[in-house]
């Protein structure tokens, strides 16, 4: 049964840090990855998405990456700032009906 | 464009009455999601339908049924609420197996 594992469970750093959230899956056949952000009581945004294929993906302040074979996905978030504060979730795609199976995410705190 | 909506935002039942959760999408996408989110134990997924007319079950169905009203709408039912089901609500789409996309949320509590 394929889990999700993001490491580490709350991180607090100081405004403008480039800081690596970890996510880590046991079974590496998955048809991919996605990273989202939580904010509190509210949906999930999709940040990154990325296929199987690919080794990485960049949007803005935002890099993700991919190693199917080591089962580790990083997020990387360069310069951060307080309002990247909010909680991080890492999901896998299994199978062609697109069920996510989901970490339980990281809590970002970025202090002014 | 208004994405994945969902009504209610709030609800509070008692043990044992019914409610139907509402979820539509205007992304014109094939795949539709329920999951539910629990401090802890993180989101869950209840049931999926991969396309109009098809339905199957997640890991967490028990005490749940769904119906794919058309390609648009995917509806949650429970038909006999219980404390074990105060949780928050997700409904999801997406062109499979691709970025999905959630809505905003309903949060239940069953007192």
């Known amino acids: 049964k394929q889990e999700v594992t993001q490491i580490p469970a709350a991180l607090s750093v100081p405004e403008g840090e480039n800081l690596v959230l970890n996510c880590s899956f046991t079974?590496?056949?998955?048809?991919?990855l996605q990273w989202f952000r939580q904010d509190p009581g509210k949906g999930l945004t999709s940040l990154l998405l990325i296929q199987s294929s690919q080794r990485e993906q960049t949007s803005g302040r935002l890099n993700a990456s991919l190693d199917k074979s080591s089962g580790r996905s990083t997020l990387y978030i360069a310069a951060s700032q307080p309002g990247d504060s909010a909680t991080y979730l890492c999901a896998v795609t299994e199978g062609s009906q697109g069920n996510l199976i989901f970490g339980k995410g990281t809590k970002l705190s970025v202090k002014p | 464009n208004a994405g994945v909506t969902q009504t209610p935002k709030f609800q509070v039942l008692k043990t044992g009455q019914s409610m139907t959760l509402q979820c539509a999408q205007d992304?014109?996408?094939?795949?539709m999601y329920w999951y539910r989110q629990d401090p802890g134990m993180g989101l869950r997924l209840i049931y999926y339908?991969?396309?109009?007319?098809?339905?199957d079950k997640g890991e967490v169905p028990n005490g749940y049924n769904v119906s794919r009203l058309n390609k648009r709408e995917f509806s949650l039912r429970l038909e006999s609420a219980a404390p074990s089901q105060t949780s928050v609500y997700f409904c999801?789409?997406?062109?499979?197996?691709?970025?999905?996309?959630f809505g905003p949320g309903t949060r239940l509590t069953v007192t």
């Open positions: 992304m014109n996408h094939n795949s």
């Open positions: 079974d590496s056949a998955i048809y991919n």
């Open positions: 999801a789409s997406s062109e499979r197996p691709y970025e999905q996309y």
């Open positions: 339908s991969a396309s109009e007319g098809t339905t």
